[in-house]
């Protein structure tokens, strides 16, 4: 080979390393999509579907880092940039925050349909003649005018109080007890046990449903929706998130679950003590099939294929 055609065969590889350079760096994601911050309100449905999240993007190459923010500060800090993700926008439930906080959130998909939430009571109870929100009142001394809810700020807690304010199902004397999750299940726990009288905040999917035999109460339309207070949960994002790291968005639009599913991770965390992230890899493991929908379109951060990545990540 001549000294020029030398010098024009290193001329043409070079710019076709140059070429491939740029492709290979146009595929990957932008630095500042590297890390991945996402709400929780503590509740076990969106630290089952938060494991599943992170697990998914940690395989991909991603850092993610889970806060525990009530609902009202969640949508607060998707308004400010804190938070990217918020997998548990209950709809109509968090309907008022998300008309709120329509223009600094972008609504990717619903994740989850055919739930539950509204008001439930042991069976016992409803046995006893508690069908309907109209009910509770003529049972008020064994209720002990209490109405158990979740997280202080969360918008059922808020129609609840908004229930008794307006003296609905004749219900002005009632007050609502406003703890976490956890320590209203010790309550129902501890009522199960002694076979007493209680109303707490119920939902579906949850362990609760499996763990204990409740009854949902109907009549409650106007605070909770239609159908036992049949819901949605969509998957919400801060403003312009998957424009800014389109992969991330890319995964976030493929992600749907079951009812079954979340019951299956949620019940394994609660049974077995195991972190959600744990529980994710394990359902995963034994359900690689569902990659191939979610990873659609999807690649690890620095560009390449998904798939392969994640199923070693995985150990599948």
Not at 122 to 134: I, L
Not at 255 to 265: A, D, K, Q, R, W
Request: aromatic residues 10%; hydrophobic residues 35%; positive net charge.
């Amino acid at each position: 080979m001549s000294t020029q055609k030398l010098k024009n065969w290193c001329k043409t590889t070079a710019g076709i390393a140059l070429v491939l350079s740029g492709f290979s760096s146009y595929a990957a994601e932008p630095q500042q999509c590297k890390k991945v911050t996402l709400s929780d309100p503590g509740w076990s449905d969106i630290g089952a579907t938060n494991g599943v999240v992170t697990t998914l993007l940690e395989g991909l190459g991603y850092q993610t880092e889970v806060y525990l923010l009530g609902v009202p500060v969640g949508f607060k800090s998707l308004k400010s940039g804190e938070v990217d993700v918020f997998m548990g926008n209950w709809m109509p439930a968090q309907k008022n925050y998300a008309e709120k906080y329509q223009q600094d959130i972008d609504i990717i998909r619903t994740n989850l349909s055919g739930v539950k939430f509204t008001l439930a009571v042991p069976n016992y109870v409803y046995d006893a003649g508690v069908h309907d929100f109209k009910d509770l009142n003529r049972f008020a001394d064994q209720f002990r005018s209490r109405i158990y809810g979740i997280s202080a700020g969360s918008p059922a807690n808020d129609n609840i109080k908004k229930m008794i304010e307006t003296n609905d199902f004749g219900l002005k004397d009632w007050r609502i007890v406003e703890s976490g999750e956890q320590a209203m299940l010790s309550e129902v726990n501890r009522a199960f046990r002694r076979n007493q009288f209680i109303v707490f905040l119920g939902w579906e999917p949850h362990p609760m449903n499996v763990n204990f035999d409740i009854r949902y109460l109907s009549g409650g339309d106007k605070y909770f929706g239609p159908d036992y207070g049949s819901a949605t949960i969509r998957t919400v994002t801060r403003t312009g998130y998957s424009q800014e790291c389109s992969n991330v968005g890319k995964l976030l639009s493929n992600l749907s679950f079951t009812v079954g599913m979340e019951n299956e991770l949620i019940n394994q965390t609660n049974k077995d003590g195991i972190k959600p992230k744990q529980a994710a890899r394990d359902w995963i493991r034994q359900h690689p099939e569902t990659l191939n929908q979610w990873l659609k379109g999807v690649t690890t951060f620095s560009g390449k294929d998904a798939l392969p990545a994640m199923k070693q990540a995985l150990k599948i």
